[in-house]
């Protein structure tokens, strides 16, 4: 069934080879690795300044809106191209080659985790990442707080709500969930009554007028089925809530609803939905439900995970995968004759539920972007939300610190150093993860007998 409108598919066919589109999308899915910032950035060259597919306006005016959305903006913006350039099919076919090859990786390698973790020499590396995972977390805090403080006259308030989410979350143990309510109830506020309050995120310049060629995709010349219509917006939305409730009623009628697949089901939709700011948003509020309410895995365990999302291409939120494969390995989803097979459905449970609304809110969202950005009593929620969720990545950074200095009940001044070092290489030396993560690896070979 095609999700586009009549007057759409009569067009002519795409100047941008679906061909060349659908082979570039699977080389991005194995070379995404560095975050968020570094997947955009290979997204950027290519599309915009080397393949001139689609001019740097359109690009940044795509990034803006994915960066309001709850999820995975990388991703979200992969989609949002993909739907750009060939329509429904190019959105969805972009979105899941984005995912895929992380997401069989980081299965491949939580069994491998599951099933080997404690020989010796797993150990001993382990030990190592741990310490360099709190220091990107810690930097993460620090480069998104830059970004919440960017603007010198507007810092109290800003500076105020990120407190406010770290104090929250450390003191009182409030679900994650309160504080992002509570935030976008004040940006609505803020909205009718001191719009100026928060600073916004900054656009680059627009340069696609000084570029030497055309972009096929331009600002003056958008396609066709980029028209806001009514029905294809009814169409996409029950056609996403038909995705999303089929495979919920099946866990339902499979393990009932106080059983593990269907919980990560609801949670991971929860997730999928409440969380803005990128995956370093979604980590906190998934490490406080998966490890104290479900107690699906450890907080060190949650740690191994992160520093394997971090060394894997794709988004980073596919971290999820190897929570819900813990999970499910621990819980014995199928049973214990079953037990990587009920991992492994469990990891594409929590895929299924997170990537889901992403695909929805572009692919439905998509045509009413340019109607929507512009609002103020849109954006400023999500600009409060934003700095909360700066202070809820301080909590989640002071939660693995305190993993890492006390990992034995005692003091650990070796691993406490790593961190320290960590930081200072990501901030001073500009280290990109990946180095990080296999230095600090290398060094506990040598630090720690195995």
Not at 49 to 64: K, M, T
Not at 156 to 174: I, N, R, S
Request: a positive charge; aromatic letters at 10%.
């Amino acid at each position: 069934m095609s999700l586009e409108p009549t007057s759409a598919r009569a067009q002519p066919v795409d100047a941008v080879p679906m061909r060349e589109a659908f082979a570039f999308w699977l080389r991005l899915g194995f070379i995404s690795f560095g975050g968020p910032a570094g997947q955009i950035a290979i997204m950027q060259r290519e599309l915009v300044e080397r393949r001139r597919w689609i001019s740097e306006q359109r690009f940044v005016h795509a990034l803006n809106y994915c960066m309001m959305l709850p999820g995975p903006e990388a991703q979200q913006l992969a989609t949002y191209l993909g739907w750009l350039m060939h329509r429904t099919l190019g959105g969805v076919v972009a979105g899941l080659l984005f995912i895929l090859p992380s997401m069989l990786l980081l299965i491949a390698l939580s069994y491998l985790y599951l099933a080997h973790g404690q020989q010796p020499l797993v150990a001993a590396l382990l030990y190592g990442v741990k310490p360099a995972v709190a220091a990107i977390v810690l930097h993460a805090v620090c480069r998104l707080g830059q970004r919440c403080l960017a603007d010198p006259r507007r810092r109290p308030l800003p500076a105020l709500l990120a407190f406010l989410g770290f104090f929250v979350l450390t003191f009182t143990g409030l679900s994650f969930v309160w504080l992002i309510l509570g935030a976008v109830l004040l940006g609505l506020v803020l909205a009718r009554t001191a719009p100026q309050a928060l600073a916004g995120p900054s656009a680059p310049p627009d340069r696609s007028q000084a570029a030497p060629q055309r972009a096929l995709i331009d600002v003056d010349t958008p396609p066709p089925h980029t028209r806001p219509h009514r029905g294809r917006l009814a169409l996409v939305v029950g056609v996403g809530l038909m995705l999303w409730a089929l495979p919920m009623a099946a866990l339902l009628v499979l393990s009932g609803p106080a059983g593990t697949l269907a919980q990560m089901a609801a949670f991971f939709t929860r997730a999928a939905l409440l969380t803005f700011g990128g995956a370093y948003a979604v980590l906190p509020y998934v490490q406080q439900a998966a490890v104290e309410h479900y107690q699906w895995l450890s907080t060190a365990q949650m740690m191994d995970g992160l520093a394997l999302g971090e060394s894997t291409p794709g988004p980073l939120i596919m971290v999820v995968a190897f929570v819900a494969y813990v999970g499910g390995w621990t819980q014995q989803v199928l049973g214990p004759q079953a037990q990587a097979t009920g991992a492994a459905l469990a990891a594409l449970v929590a895929c299924w539920f997170t990537f889901l609304p992403s695909f929805i809110f572009i692919l439905a969202g998509g045509p009413w972007v340019e109607a929507a950005r512009s609002r103020v009593g849109w954006t400023l929620p999500l600009q409060a939300v934003y700095c909360v969720v700066v202070g809820v990545i301080a909590h989640l950074g002071w939660t693995f610190l305190g993993a890492v200095a006390y990992a034995d009940s005692r003091m650990d001044a070796v691993a406490l150093l790593m961190v320290a070092l960590g930081v200072f290489l990501l901030v001073r030396w500009r280290w990109s993860v990946l180095p990080l993560l296999a230095a600090s690896a290398a060094s506990a070979l040598v630090l720690v007998p195995w």
